[in-house]
């Protein structure tokens, strides 16, 4: 069984459009977290929640709205969708938010914006 | 500034040979360090972590790293490579000031030569 996991694999869509990725863990975890990775694998982190609360909230431009219907979901939804959001986009999730938590990642979805 | 360094941006090495990864970290005290490596087109995975103590972290798949305060480095090695070790690899840190927020470096790829 898949610890965590993301759909879609991939998603190409044209600027301006809106679009939504979903992830789901099935760890029992109460953190989760959003991660962006760039065409130069630099990795970043969007956001994460706990326990269904918003907990860090990077500079993220307010196009990006995550939301978490309960603890083991955590969607990305992106409203009118840049060049420069072209990225592979990761979710994780770790038991909680202490610092010796293990983080583990999904396989990731590549975004192309046209 | 604080930052987290890899200065490798690819490493080429002979399967069989050894392996060093560098890393580096400029936080005025001394963060979580952390190493994570990302197979192609999937997520990441943790390797090893160093919060204190014995400075020699042993992690998975055979790896270890060794933390040196004073070149305030965390780097990566392992005796003997594997074709399968051909990756990219991230040096993660978290800060020592009450958060939980992991800065991964820019990820050092490597290339397994037969």
């Known amino acids: 069984d898949t610890a965590v996991s993301q759909t879609p694999k991939y998603l190409v869509t044209q600027m301006g459009n809106d679009k939504s990725i979903k992830c789901e863990q099935n760890?029992?975890?109460?953190?989760m977290y959003w991660y962006k990775q760039d065409s130069k694998k630099f990795l970043k982190i969007m956001f994460s929640?706990?326990?269904?609360?918003?907990?860090i909230n990077e500079t993220v431009p307010n196009r990006f709205s995550p939301k978490s219907p309960d603890k083991a979901h955590l969607n990305l939804h992106i409203n009118s969708l840049e060049l420069g959001d072209s990225a592979v986009y990761f979710c994780?999730?770790?038991?909680?938010?202490?610092?010796?938590?293990?983080?583990?990642f999904g396989p990731g979805t590549r975004l192309t914006v046209l | 500034a604080q930052s987290v360094t890899q200065p490798d941006i690819h490493i080429t090495v002979s399967e069989g040979a050894s392996l060093e990864l560098r890393c580096n970290y400029s936080?005025?005290?001394?963060?979580?360090l952390f190493w994570y490596v990302q197979s192609p087109g999937q997520g990441l995975q943790l390797l090893l972590k160093?919060?204190?103590?014995?400075?020699l972290v042993q992690g998975i798949k055979g790896f270890e790293a060794e933390f040196k305060r004073s070149q305030s480095s965390f780097n990566l090695r392992k005796p003997s490579v594997h074709w399968s070790d051909a990756a990219e690899y991230f040096c993660?840190?978290?800060?020592?000031?009450?958060?939980?927020?992991?800065?991964f470096g820019a990820g050092t790829r490597l290339f397994v030569k037969a």
């Open positions: 994780a999730s770790s038991q909680g938010t202490s610092v010796a938590d293990t983080q583990y």
């Open positions: 760890l029992g975890h109460d953190t």
């Open positions: 929640y706990n326990n269904k609360e918003l907990i």
């Open positions: 936080y005025g005290a001394t963060p979580y």
């Open positions: 160093y919060f204190s103590g014995d400075t």
């Open positions: 993660a840190v978290v800060p020592n000031t009450g958060g939980f927020k992991t800065i």
